[in-house]
C-alpha cells in the first residue's frame, strides 16, 4: 500500500524506523545484559531480562512489517547500546530506554490514527503494554518508582 508521496507517511515511516532501531538495541542490550549481571540479588531480573529480548524481538518483527506495508525500507541498525560493569548502570540505561520507547510508541499511536492507520495504532498498543510491563520490571529491579513518561520529552 505504497502511499510514500504521502510526506506524512514517509514521516511516519521515518519514524516507525527510528522506534525499529530502538527495538534492536533493546534485544542486544538485554541479551547482554542478562549474560553479564553478576550477584544473587540480580539472578531473578537477569531472567527477566532474557524474557524481555525475546519480547523486544517480537517488538521489531512487527515494526519492520509495517514499515514495509507502508512503502517503506525497515532499517538494519540500532542504536548505541550502553556498557557498564556496574549491575545498576546497566538496569538504569534499560530502564531509560524503555521509558523513551513508551514515550515514541504514544506518538506513534497518535500520527498512526492521524492517517487512518487504526490497525498499525492497535499493534503499537499491544506493543506499548509490554513496554510498560518492562518498565515496572526495571524501575522494581532498582528498588524505585517507575518514571512518569511526558509527552514533551522531559
Known amino acids: 500500500m505504497a502511499d510514500e508521496k504521502n510526506p506524512k507517511v514517509q514521516e511516519l515511516i521515518d519514524a516507525l524506523n527510528e522506534d525499529l532501531a530502538r527495538e534492536y538495541q533493546a534485544v ?38 509495517q514499515i514495509d506495508y507502508l512503502g517503506g525500507m525497515p532499517t538494519v541498525t540500532p542504536k548505541p547500546v550502553k556498557l557498564s560493569e556496574k549491575p545498576k548502570d546497566m538496569l538504569r540505561f ?14 506513534r499511536v497518535k500520527q498512526a490514527e492521524a492517517l487512518g492507520h487504526y490497525s498499525l495504532s492497535e499493534q503499537i498498543r499491544e506493543i506499548l503494554k509490554q513496554e510498560q510491563e518492562h518498565q515496572h520490571d526495571l524501575a522494581t529491579a532498582l528498588g524505585i518508582d517507575v518514571p512518569k513518561v511526558l509527552e514533551d520529552g522531559a
Open 28 to 65: 542486544i542490550a538485554y541479551t547482554v545484559y542478562s549474560n553479564v549481571l553478576k550477584g544473587a540479588e540480580y539472578m531473578k531480573i537477569a531472567d527477566e531480562l532474557k524474557l524481555h529480548a525475546t519480547e523486544e524481538l517480537q517488538h521489531a518483527m512487527i515494526i519492520a512489517d
Open 94 to 107: 534499560d530502564l531509560d530506554n524503555e521509558t523513551e520507547t513508551i514515550r515514541e510508541y504514544r506518538k
